[in-house]
């Protein structure tokens, strides 16, 4: 028996209207428990045990478990193909995109040089010499401890980040009808949006605390799998390469990865509005888990994009029945 697309009174639609409704639950639970105490701002960890950490836990799974069987079983869903009608809230959404990323390659890269700069040696600290930072020999001889202190995976996510931001640039370009853009042949470039959540991933498996306490960071790793996910088959969309069956995928996929970030970025947005002890500590880097404006891009561009990509099926399949009572 056959289940993909067996569902006749499932449309893709509903699984929006489940997203929605789940990262508003979730967003409630969560900003009750950052502006409670329940949460300690500054580390990311959990101050005492609530039933709402099990209940938000709860929420955000049963919501992707829906979001998954919706779109897998839905019988109308858009094909695998990018939409080419130019859409001002997509190419807005995608310059916004870029220019969070271009501010995330600079952040990352500013933190790596100062790993890469001084470093502990047997036990003290030592700082390089001005002439002997940039040499091939002194870079060799540390990558040890910038592998191990997560120094490198900072330095990738800069490179694939500043990589990343061309390619939305892009996007921007081609769906504000500036110019157009044959986006299948960026094969390489494509790939770039997924190597910068891959490498934002390994960096956070560098840091040495426990996870599963660390309530901030728990949510961040699984919103940034999620986008590696997206980013995928995102690519394999754009680049028309081995893009079948993947739609149900990438609204999925993306939907999901949107409701993660909104849930990690909108509180944290929140309280540089209206905590100046949060602003403080943010600007003196003394967050464990400080806001990146990447996640709050990539919410809104995600959404945007797949919304897009739904109404321009509509129009298309609008077109054809249109057509065929012509021809009759």
């Known amino acids: 028996m056959k289940l993909k697309g067996s569902m006749k009174n499932l449309k893709i639609n509903n699984a929006f209207t489940v997203a929605a409704v789940g990262t508003a639950l979730a967003l409630v639970i969560r900003l009750y428990q950052v502006f409670s105490g329940i949460i300690d701002f500054k580390t990311g960890f959990y101050n005492s045990g609530d039933i709402t950490i ?22 109308e869903i858009p094909q695998e193909k990018m939409p080419e009608k130019k859409n001002l809230p997509v190419a807005i959404l995608a310059g916004v995109f870029a220019i969070a990323l271009v501010v995330e390659a600079v952040n990352q890269f500013g933190i790596f040089n100062d790993m890469y700069t001084s470093f502990n040696i047997a036990g003290s600290n030592y700082i390089v010499p001005a002439q002997d930072r940039y040499n091939i020999t002194f870079f060799m001889n540390s990558l040890p401890h910038l592998t191990k202190s997560g120094a490198l995976p900072r330095l990738c996510e800069a490179l694939f980040a500043a990589l990343s931001a061309v390619y939305f640039l892009v996007l921007l370009l081609k769906y504000s009808g500036l110019r157009k853009f044959d986006i299948s042949k960026m094969k390489t470039l494509s790939l770039c949006p997924l190597f910068w959540a891959t490498f934002r991933l390994v960096q956070r498996f560098t840091r040495t605390i426990s996870f599963m306490n660390v309530s901030s960071l728990f949510l961040e790793m699984f919103m940034i799998a999620f986008m590696m996910m997206f980013f995928m088959y995102f ?28 849930v990690v970025a909108v509180p944290k947005l929140l309280l540089i509005v209206v905590n100046s002890s949060y602003r403080e500590l943010m600007e003196t880097g003394s967050l464990a888990c400080s806001l990146e404006v990447t996640d709050i891009a990539f919410c809104a ?12 099926a509509r129009i298309k399949n609008m077109t054809l029945k249109e057509t065929e009572k012509l021809t009759k």
């Open 301 to 312: 561009f995600a959404v945007a994009f797949l919304v897009h990509c739904l109404s321009s």
């Open 235 to 262: 690519a394999q969309m754009s680049s028309k390469v081995n893009a079948v069956a993947i739609s149900y995928k990438i609204f999925s996929y993306g939907l999901i990865a949107a409701m993660i970030s909104a």
């Open 54 to 75: 099990y209940l938000l836990y709860a929420v955000i799974a049963l919501t992707a478990i829906s979001v998954l069987a919706i779109s897998f079983l839905a019988s």
